[in-house]
């Protein structure tokens, strides 16, 4: 298959847009970004075109996708009750990075939820991808555009280093604002709770509706017989080649480890890398430091791009600084951990 990529400029949105909506209406899958990372979409009524999905990144099938929605009225059609807590946030946080666990309606294909009752509803906030959902007609099933496994997509490009061959259209719309997927909140429980924090932060949801809790899934690597709640969540996440370790402590203490570690590996003939705040950029001895920017907020837009930056120089280890885990830290560490296997020393 020739993937088509399309780079939007000042004039030519209308026709792009009108070009991907056709592929998806015929059930095929087309690429475009959102506030988050990159999707892929496929015509979220549509069970065979989501069976594209799974085929092209590889996905396992009990993992459900998000379907996306360009317009409220659509939310209507496609679950069967929205508690109270729910519309309240809704009506602060939609659209935009936060998606929403209810009970489906008849009309969503069990299969595009992974065998469940329930499913995933997102309303981007991004222009594209609202213009592109509207254009379709239907809600967009849309995980992110990258093989399952690897580091998600906030560049069109990185889509493309994934995805060429194997999927229709890519729509070029620049990186990602957020750079990290969604918050995800189950909405079917009394108290709702948070499946994977993401830049709509814990502290926001509170301020709105009162008491959230994290799942466990959330915080730590779940044992054998446990299942998270969001089936993907159980699966090896954003890993790159490079094995990832984090560096939690003191800045002062976390500096002199990673740079003893860094003249072990050396002495190894191992290629190592570091990611860390700007401000400290100049003080790990390695070529290869990529900076997070100074803040969570920072880390979370470039982490990705980061991990794939060293797949490309085939470094072999990566040691990273770590964020405190409130506000939008706890979606950065999230990512972080998983992209370590959890491997965490404490200095
Ligand atoms: O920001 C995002 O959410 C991006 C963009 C493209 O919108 N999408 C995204 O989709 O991250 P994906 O498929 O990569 O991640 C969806 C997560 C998976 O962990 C999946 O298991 C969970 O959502 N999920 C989907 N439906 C679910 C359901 N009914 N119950 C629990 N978890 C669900
Ligand atoms: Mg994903």
Redesign the pocket.
Known sequence: MITCFEKLDNNNTDEIINKAARILKKGGLVAFP?E????LGANGLNAEACRKIYEAKGRPSD????L?IGDIKQLYDIVVDIPDNAKKLIDSFWPG?M?G?FNKSNIVPSSV?GG?N???V?F?SNETAKKLILASGVPLA???ANTSGKP?PTKAEHVQHDMNGKIDMIIDGGECDFGI??T?V?FTEKIPVI??PGAITKEMLENVVGKIVFDKAVYSLLSGGEKP?????KYKHYAPEADIVLVNGSAENVVKKINSLLSEDFKNGLKSGVMCRESNLKLYNSKFVLSFGNSADTAGKVLFDNLRKFDDISINKVYSETFDESNVGMAVMNRLKKAAGYKIINV
Do not use: W
């Not at 993992?63 to 998000?66: D, S």
């Not at 709640?229 to 969540?233: F, H, Q």
């Open positions: 959102t988050t990372v990159y999707g993992n459900p996708l998000i996306h990075p998606t666990i939820c469940l329930t499913v995933a997102r981007p849309a995980p992110s998600s997927e969604s995800i189950d499946l994977r709640k969001a089936p993907g969540m």
